[in-house]
């Protein structure tokens, strides 16, 4: 059973970065696209990035687009999620995600078919 856990969240500063990380395990990493959302407060789950299987496409939602960068390590079972210039705007929970897409299309939730718990990024103003 494919399994994600994800790391990396904390505070940061607005302007500031942070990295976040998801394992995979429980497949062969390299047969999933992978992806993170993002969700606050009263809101719904919001897309934030994806990647294909082999690594080599990226899509970003709108906001993130020039700020995020999105990578993985098949070799390590590893998909990182650097953040940089980052606003009180993207305080959430960050969820990693498995797809079973090969293109870095898995834009919506329901495109996914493993979650990891979560990690919280605050941004103080």
């Known amino acids: 059973q494919v399994h994600v856990v994800e790391s990396g969240g904390g505070l940061a500063r607005a302007g500031g970065s942070l990295e976040l990380s998801c394992e995979f395990s429980?497949?062969?990493?390299?047969?999933?696209?992978m992806g993170w959302f993002r969700r606050s407060p009263g809101k719904e789950r919001e897309f934030v990035a994806s990647?294909?299987?082999?690594?080599?496409?990226?899509k970003y939602g709108d906001s993130m687009k020039g700020r995020f960068a999105i990578s993985r390590d098949n070799a390590k079972n590893l998909v990182r999620l650097q953040m940089n210039s980052l606003t009180p705007e993207d305080t959430a929970v960050y969820y990693c995600?498995?797809?079973?897409?090969?293109?870095?299309?898995?834009?919506?939730?329901?495109?996914?078919?493993?979650w990891g718990q979560g990690t919280q990024v605050t941004v103080s103003s």
């Open positions: 995600g498995a797809s079973t897409f090969v293109t870095a299309q898995a834009i919506r939730p329901t495109d996914y078919i493993a």
């Open positions: 990647i294909s299987r082999p690594g080599l496409h990226t």
């Open positions: 429980g497949g062969i990493f390299s047969e999933y696209a």
